[in-house]
């Protein structure tokens, strides 16, 4: 399962074609915490514009939160583990 600003989006198929649209938004991403779930930020142009958090059990990926925009970006709570 997947939620976006869209709503939830369910079954694997789904989850994948919104997740690769999704990715199509940034030049290049990097691998971050996402108000402390693993995921990873996406940059356009150097300014953060989109973001996904993986919620994982039993080592597998059960739902991804996915959000896009600046300043929706902004407010989330990221940490690089680069920095």
Known sequence: ???SE?????????VAETAAAFA???DVSRPA??????G????AAGRPVSAVGATL??????TLSLT???DRVRALDL???DS
Do not use: Q
């Open 24 to 26: 199509g938004r940034a």
């Open 68 to 70: 896009s925009g600046e």
């Open 6 to 14: 869209g709503g939830p989006v369910h079954g694997a198929a789904a």
């Open 57 to 62: 059990r039993r080592g597998r990926i059960v």
């Open 79 to 81: 940490a690089f583990p």
């Open 33 to 38: 915490l996402v108000d402390g779930a693993v």
């Open 1 to 3: 399962m997947a939620y």
């Open 40 to 43: 990873a930020v996406g940059f």
